[in-house]
């Protein structure tokens, strides 16, 4: 079991950054492919960026890929989600997510643990 909490969202204009955090506590998180994921209102969740355990691999959405960037922190059993160049569109509630195994998805359904969420909006 791990448990995910999400930090760092809030509201910005468009152009601006900001970091989002995952703390994960119970199992440690290097046994975990770990992922970002957003859910804008009215919209299915969607696949933001992933990581490999070892923080190695990395995959992007294409609508952040130059502007996001994925990392994590063992040592620390955190992962974190650079958001550069905000959008308006990138409204959405984030989540973290992790996923036993080795393998990298963009697939929610494969991921096995979830946050709770946190709120990005970008006014513009």
């Known amino acids: 079991q791990v448990q995910l909490v999400e930090s760092g969202g809030g509201l910005v204009q468009a152009g601006d950054s900001l970091r989002l955090s995952c703390a994960a506590s119970?199992?440690?998180?290097?046994?975990?492919?770990m992922a970002w994921f957003r859910q804008a209102p009215g919209k299915e969740r969607e696949f933001v960026a992933v990581i490999s355990r070892g923080g190695v691999s990395t995959s992007y959405a294409d609508s952040v890929k130059g502007r996001f960037a994925i990392s994590r922190d063992n040592a620390k059993n955190t992962v974190f989600l650079q958001m550069n160049s905000l959008k308006p569109e990138d409204t959405a509630v984030y989540y973290c997510a992790a996923r036993r195994g080795a393998l990298i998805s963009g697939r929610g359904d494969e991921y096995d643990y979830w946050g709770q969420g946190t709120q990005v909006t970008v006014s513009s």
């Open positions: 119970g199992r440690t998180s290097s046994m975990y492919v």
